[in-house]
């Protein structure tokens, strides 16, 4: 049985302790939330505290805050030489105050309040200083069913920039597309089993060998038409840098 204490009140904070609340392997020994009113609804299952002087002894503390309170928070700890792990994805495992034993519990996900979570999932990457804190960690994970990616601080940050793009900004453009449905009254949810195919598409392709469309063909006509469609310059402006993108990469030549 592994004993966990969270610190942290955001969307990822919430996550984890549902999950590890239903592992069999794992207790929870506390939440702790400089504000501690996101979490009271979850007070009946776990001890809540937003004094770090109350904080209990556990075999690993996570810190799932944002990345610019890791430094500060894992400082100001009442402890030392315990295991301390922070879930970004940018932030260095030197980040976290040298007092303590560091690694980073990082899982590749979007994370919202609303939608629920299979950590089955939900690759988890393990990075650790010292080497004999990697098998708990991994037990912490495998414990949640989530697979596991031991990497190191450039593969990680590398991994989250690469899901900057494939998530943030993909859901960009999905609002851009909503935008542009409503424009003229088309209903966007036409377009969701396009996105499911989309993603879908590229569990078995690579991206490159997965793209279609005006761009790759080269149609110039169809983007010349697209571009005197949009009204907002702000959209012909992204259009037309995917666009240049797209046939940079396929070696098109540029309208």
Known sequence: MISVVILGSGN???????AFNQADDIVINQWYSRRITPILSYKKDV??????SLIKDADVYILAV?????????????????????????VGVYDIDKKHKRGVFYPLQTFSKEAEIDFKNVPICIETIDKKSYPIIKKLALAIGSP???????QRKVLHLAAVFVNNFTNQLYRIGHEITESQGAEFDLLKPLILETAKKVQDLSPFKAQTGPAKRNDKKTIRKHLKLLEDQHHKDIYQLLT???QRTHGRKKL
């Open 244 to 246: 240049n993108s797209i």
């Open 47 to 52: 001890e809540i505290i937003d004094d770090l």
């Open 66 to 90: 944002s990345d610019d309170a890791i430094p500060e928070l894992s400082s100001q700890l009442p402890f030392e030489n315990k295991l301390v792990l922070h879930t970004s994805g940018s």
């Open 148 to 154: 596991t990616k031991r990497v190191n601080s450039d």
């Open 12 to 18: 990822v904070a919430t996550h984890l302790f549902k």
